[in-house]
């Protein structure tokens, strides 16, 4: 009797812990839910960057079906581990299949999974996954292959991702410089008629939904509306195709359009004067508005609004609208993020409930949001080396003999030029750590062309310490200029600079008025042996301090005595490149170059 009433008595405590503790999770749940702004967030700049970031950083909220970030596959956590039905089920991070892109023999593109050459499922390529993309169904959300891939690069499978870098046209102008911009959770290489032409972001200038003349740019019959399917699928970006998806219903309705795309609809829905959705991007002293079915765009030229650069290409039958170098007239996209007057972001429908504004209109905020990674750019803290200039040989066939790349050079030679080939001072072999990336090929300003001011005047100070001035790539041929001889040398002095540091010389008297230290420091070797007229290389700065076993690997590995005259010995299992460069011819010592 006594076991059964101390049983009941125990179970009496367990309902109450367990009621207790259930209440106590209920408190919790209401108290997180009160802090969340849903329902009526207002337009308080906290509410409209937290519904944004949170999106972008972390995943969507599954209720919010008409953001175009729904399913949280685009958001940076899934893009690290992968999202499956809208949650983290790997805890592994990068190991994900990603969606691999193709083009086929008539420059379609494609999805090949397997990279047999075939296209695979072409569903892959809707990289907006939202019911409002999709005619009110989520079906491809998750069948789609995990987008954490072990890479950075602004392609499908990093949608978040932008890019701006630079490049050189090869086949016309001289090798001008033309900017590269992938916005943010935009794509436009993936958007391609059959044969490859691009797939403009928006043609009915006029908004009234028929082509008009002039407004079918790449001649393919359509209406472009930025992407080659009227669902929208393949686009984040607001467009016409996209859907409203109520909370609560989804698949079994007839779908409404979540914009006002043509003057007549904006007209019939809202009334005089209001506004068309601005599917062409806005500017200065834009208004489309609709009065009496009309639009009016004030705009002060069609040519280039809406432009995606060099993803649109020239004007395919206007001879006037040629590629601008101006990357600010040449990209034409909606937002200018950074403020580098590049209209860099694209509008995004993230759900973000309607506000009602003064004059009773409701309206619903969008979003734009350029994200870059810096791990892209060179680091020239650890960057590139000087090693070809310490001690790279090569045979020079002419001369039948051994030659060493020149440091001080008054000949014709490039600097980095020698025995018949132009080689970088920045020298990699096994690839193992970070000095052996080469910055040189971030350095591609054309002396003469794109460094500004009088040529003599600029390159002044390294015609006086390396005996002679870059090449003026202005006197080249078009040809030679769109290649790597109009800016090699410069970018080989540049890095000798960033490395060991330069002086400022009076071009009247020879004699240093500053000093500017480089990355190996001892600047006052470069005081001392400029001033005395040294141009041999081992004179100036190089990595770690001259004269000192700064490292204290004096007798690592070397089975006779430092600095023994003939062969040294290594003591080691492993082939090794003490160097870092390959190969090297020297006689005597190889560890006398570290003292």
């Known amino acids: 009797m ?3 009433v101390l049983l009941g008595m125990l179970a009496i405590l367990g309902f109450l812990f367990y009621t207790f503790a259930a209440q106590e999770r209920s408190n919790s749940e209401y108290y997180a839910n009160a802090g969340k702004i849903i329902d009526d967030p207002g337009l308080s700049a ?6 944004a970031l949170q999106q972008l950083i972390v995943g969507t909220d599954p209720r919010l079906k008409n953001s175009a ?16 039905n809208h949650r983290i089920t790997d805890l592994s991070a990068f190991n994900g299949p990603g969606i691999n892109v193709a083009f086929d023999g008539s420059g379609n593109v494609i999805v090949d999974q397997n990279r047999d050459g075939t296209a695979d499922n072409p569903n892959f390529l809707a990289i907006n996954t939202s019911p409002a993309a999709n005619n009110l169904n989520d079906q491809f959300g998750d069948n789609f292959p995990q987008l954490d891939v072990g890479y950075t690069y602004p392609d499908i499978n990093t949608p978040f991702l932008a890019y701006l870098g ?17 916005p943010s959770f935009h794509r436009p290489q993936l958007n391609r008629t059959a044969g490859g032409n691009p797939v403009f972001l928006w043609e009915d200038l006029n908004y009234n939904g028929v082509i008009d003349a002039g407004e079918d740019r790449n001649g393919n019959g359509l209406l472009d509306q930025g992407t080659v399917n009227s669902a929208g699928n393949r686009s984040l970006r ?23 795309s043509t003057a007549a609809d904006a007209l019939a829905l809202l009334g005089n004067e209001k506004h068309v959705f601005p599917f062409l991007p806005m500017y200065d002293g834009y208004a489309p508005t609709a009065g009496s079915g009309a639009v009016n765009l004030n705009r002060p030229d069609t040519r280039w ?24 007239i040449y990209y034409q996209l909606d937002v200018d993020n950074d403020g580098d007057g590049i209209r860099d972001g694209v509008w995004l429908d993230l759900d973000f409930p309607a506000q009602e504004l003064a004059d009773g209109t409701l309206v619903v905020p969008m979003f734009s949001m350029t994200v870059y990674d810096l791990s892209a750019l060179f680091d020239l803290n650890s960057h590139g080396n000087i090693q070809n200039l310490l001690f790279a040989n090569k045979f020079d066939t002419s001369s039948s003999s051994w030659m060493r790349m020149p440091f001080y050079n008054t000949s014709s030679a490039q600097f980095g030029q020698y025995a018949g080939t132009r080689t970088f001072v920045s020298s990699s072999s096994l690839g193992v750590h970070a000095g052996e990336v080469n910055p040189c090929w971030g350095f591609t300003a054309r002396p003469g062309m794109e460094s500004g001011g009088t040529f003599s005047t600029v390159f002044q100070q390294y015609q006086l310490f390396f005996g002679n001035a870059p090449v003026d790539s202005s006197t080249l041929t078009p040809a030679q200029q769109a290649t790597a001889l109009a800016w090699f040398e410069t970018a080989n002095m540049e890095l000798a600079f960033l490395k060991m540091g330069r002086p400022e010389v009076n071009s009247g008297t020879g004699v240093i008025s500053d000093l500017h230290p480089g990355l190996y420091g001892e600047e006052h070797r470069i005081a001392e042996k400029f001033s005395s007229g040294a141009n041999n290389i081992f004179d100036y700065p190089r990595p770690g301090q001259t004269n000192v076993d700064d490292n204290g690997d004096v007798n690592d590995g070397i089975r006779y005595a430092a600095r023994q005259v003939g062969t040294t010995w290594l003591d080691v299992n492993q082939p090794v490149d003490l160097a870092g460069i390959g190969s090297v011819t020297a006689s005597g010592n190889l560890k006398a170059y570290d003292q």
Do not use: E
């Open 305 to 328: 609004i809406g432009h995606q650069g060099l993803w649109d290409g020239p004007h395919p039958t206007d001879t006037n609208l040629v590629n601008p170098a101006n990357a600010s």
């Open 238 to 260: 607001a467009h016409p195709g996209h859907v409203y998806v109520p909370a609560s219903q989804q698949g079994n309705s007839a779908p409404v359009s979540r914009y006002i």
């Open 166 to 182: 630079w490049t050189r046209n090869r086949t016309a102008g001289g090798g001008q410089v033309r900017t590269v911009l992938i």
């Open 46 to 51: 906290d509410a409209l960057m937290d519904h």
């Open 69 to 84: 970030l729904y399913g949280s596959r685009l958001s940076m956590l899934g893009n690290t581990f992968g999202v499956q």
């Open 2 to 4: 006594i076991v059964v």
